[in-house]
């Protein structure tokens, strides 16, 4: 039997024709979407490796010297753009730190040598402590000393670009954040060595009788989350979303994979005013001599990576130290103070008679994994076990989303505590760190009467949107009080401190896993109530200016550090508050005063940050506090965000003509830190869930084809 086809389109065929068309379009596309995610997660990593094999600084042609860093590819940057980048300057450091009592003086020298045969030009980001006052920068051109001078940040940036182009040497400080910095040098001769010094003013941390720096010396990637492009026509956000973007470029560098970068020494100078009983590192072996009252302090290994911060502890012999004094300098006829006031003894000892409602918030993100990640969870532990039964608690974890483990809190009985156990222990880190959804819902819960409210927060704090969250905290707090935990071996501490201090709680750090569970358990018995709340300060005579403006709580045996500006003062300073047994003071005087170097550069920062936390509000608006700012940074000599140094030497030096290299110094990980959970946006999921989604992909095409082919059969046979 002869058997002939349709030879016109029928309602059926047309169907058939379109299905066929859109799983096959369909399938297409996945193919694409495929390649281009295997070809991106792919080529990152082998750009990071072929860094590495370049050794430091990187190098590319300039277009001219004022033509600002237009990307590679660009054609205005001929053909020599195109050549593959070069190595350049090399950087070491020596971070040196005089610390008397509880004020330091530190300073960092940082080494660029360029091994190249052109003259160039290399950035650095670096960290610092985030309360770090910088008041110096210089420069060491061969037998040349060129001082920084203080400008405001347009124009210390116009003057580095006309020095640039002029030929001169010449080196910007920039602050991006109150704990990263960014140092810009210009006109490095070939085969030539620059130092840059800068030098800066910070506080030391004291709870009783033991006392705590950290020397940041690694900034890991931020993240930052994905910007609402939603509106993007409106002027408003179209000029907010060029600013965050901007911001984000500041951020970013490039990290040298074999964690070998910025080798570090270290030179401390420790006067403790008393008898040391013990002194230690939980992150770094360190060699330990005495030069009579001093102990001289360095690296075991005489330097190291900057790949973790430098953790210095010591213990005074018990009562050596006051439970308060005044340090004290003077300048211009004002009395500049850093109080430090310990808390009553009496009361550290006291049992709590409130039971808790705890909220325990856990980052899961990828900048957690390793070493963090293994840290929060001993810390957890520590805590879960440290819950009395008539205690209510609930758990969130996060990165991308977050997930609670009750809903709500419950009691602590023995099995809610079992079942947060296995819960902490199954946690795994991966995603990114969109911490405002979890952090709200964490601030939200509301107690039983009767009952303290606690937000515990552990965290690495690797964040870029640090001010959107800081307002987030100030709208959502409540009742509640929220303490940080920072975790891993370079925590953002910025962050880590100011949500704490808006927070109306106290912070903490843990460097790793062997440290968790001996701090968290002394932190978590510390913070179970304020020893002493609703701080105030009476100068008598005279005019005092104390920053911040709202005192915080005293909690455990945590001393707390205010500093204070005083003209015509009386010599008389008394702090008051409330105990749980009623009113407490104490009174100080000049009897108390000990001399200390830059306790009015601490007054300055302090004064500043005041300041931009009354922008940050909405109390004040952005051309009035730049103002104020500039008021206080200016003869204070400091590094803000609306100031930066600029040091130029006055001879130019690179040969007019001569083409200027281009390149960014790459930065370690932080100890501890996978890559593959940094791929992308800082903390985002790593290309090993790239590839998987990739695999589900191809799946999904396949099956598209075997199904279009079978639905193309089926209605071909109906159309017979």
């Known amino acids: 039997m002869q058997v002939q086809t349709f030879s016109y389109p029928t309602q059926t065929y047309r169907l058939a024709m379109r299905d066929r ?3 096959r379009a369909v399938s297409v596309l996945c193919f694409a979407v495929v390649l281009a995610a295997a070809y991106l997660a792919l080529a990152a990593p082998v750009r990071a490796d072929t860094s590495v094999r370049d050794d430091g600084l990187f190098l590319r042609p300039m277009a001219g010297p004022a033509a600002g860093t237009p990307s590679v590819g660009d054609p205005a940057l001929g053909e020599a753009a195109q050549r593959p980048y070069r190595a350049a300057p090399r950087l070491a450091q020596t971070i040196r730190l005089d610390i008397a009592g509880v004020v330091a003086r530190g300073s960092v020298t940082q080494l660029f040598r360029n091994d190249s045969s052109s003259w160039v030009e290399g950035r650095y980001k670096f960290p610092l402590p985030s309360d770090a006052a910088v008041d110096r920068l210089r420069i060491r051109v061969d037998d040349r000393v060129v001082e920084g001078v203080i400008q405001e940040r347009e124009q210390a940036q116009r003057t580095y670009d006309q020095a640039r182009e002029a ?10 954040r109150p704990n990263l910095f960014t140092i810009s040098l210009a006109n490095i ?10 030098e800066f003013q910070a506080k030391v941390n004291r709870e009783g009788d033991a006392f705590e720096f950290r020397m940041p010396l690694v900034s890991a990637p931020r993240y930052l989350p994905d910007m609402e492009l939603s509106s993007i026509d409106h002027p408003a956000l179209r000029a907010t979303i060029a600013k965050q973007l901007e911001d984000a470029a500041r951020l970013g560098f490039p990290i040298d994979l074999s964690r070998q970068s910025n080798r570090t020494a270290l030179e401390v100078a420790l006067d403790a005013g008393a008898e040391i009983a013990s002194l230690e590192s939980p992150t770094h072996d360190l060699v330990v001599s005495r030069d009579e009252q001093k102990y001289r302090i360095g690296l075991r290994l005489g330097e190291e990576p900057a790949d973790r911060d430098i953790v210095l502890r010591w213990a005074t012999e018990r009562a050596e130290m006051p439970g308060a004094a005044l340090f004290h300098e003077s300048r211009d006829g004002t009395d500049y103070l850093l109080a430090m006031i310990s808390p009553p003894a009496a009361r550290i000892s006291e049992k709590l008679d409130r039971p808790r409602d705890i909220t325990f918030l856990i980052d899961t993100s990828g900048s957690m994994d390793g070493e963090s990640m293994r840290a929060a969870k001993s810390a957890l532990v520590e805590a879960i076990l440290g819950l009395r039964p008539d205690d209510r608690f609930d758990i969130i974890e996060f990165d991308n989303d977050y997930s609670r483990l009750f809903g709500s809190t419950r009691a602590a009985n023995r099995t809610a505590v079992d079942d947060a156990l296995r819960f902490v222990a199954a946690l795994a880190a991966d995603g990114g760190t969109e911490m405002a959804g979890p952090l709200r819902a964490a601030m939200n819960d509301r107690a039983e009467p009767g009952y303290l409210r606690q937000v515990v927060f552990l965290t690495d704090g690797q964040v870029g949107n640090e001010d959107a969250l800081f307002r987030m905290i100030e709208a959502n707090l409540g009742k509640a009080r929220l303490f940080t935990v920072g975790l891993g071996s370079a925590p953002n501490d910025w962050f880590m401190r100011k949500a704490a201090e808006l927070g109306r709680g106290q912070t903490v750090s843990i460097p790793n896993d062997d440290d968790a569970a001996e701090r968290m358990a002394d932190f978590y018995r510390g913070i179970e109530q304020p020893v002493v709340v609703d701080l105030t300060l009476a100068t008598g005579a005279g005019t005092a200016e104390v920053y911040p403006n709202r005192m915080p709580d005293l909690y455990g045996a945590k001393s707390l550090m205010i500093p204070v500006a005083l003209t015509d003062w009386d010599g008389t300073l008394t702090f008051a508050g409330d105990t749980s047994d009623g009113p407490w003071q104490i009174q100080l005087d000049r009897s108390d005063l000990r001399p200390a170097a830059g306790v009015a550069k601490l007054w300055a920062e302090s004064k500043v940050e005041a300041i931009q936390d009354t922008m940050r509000a909405g109390d004040l608006d952005a051309e009035t506090g730049r103002l104020a700012v500039l008021d206080v940074a200016i003869p204070h000599r400091l590094a803000t965000r609306y100031t930066s140094f600029v040091a130029v030497d006055a001879t130019p030096r690179r040969p007019e003509g001569e083409a200027l290299r281009e390149g960014v ?12 959970s940094l791929a992308g946006p800082a903390g985002a999921t790593g ?3 790239n590839i998987r989604i990739g695999v589900a992909l191809i799946a999904g095409s396949l099956f598209l084809l075997l199904l279009s082919r079978r639905l193309s059969g089926g209605r071909n046979r109906r159309m017979v």
Request: aromatic fraction near 2%.
């Open 687 to 689: 290309w090993e869930a």
């Open 167 to 176: 030929g001169q040497t010449a080196a910007l400080l920039t602050e991006e």
């Open 189 to 198: 001769g070939p085969g030539e060595v620059i130092a840059v010094d800068l």
């Open 21 to 23: 068309i859109l799983v």
């Open 665 to 676: 110094v790459p930065n370690n990980l932080p100890d501890g830190m996978a890559m593959g």
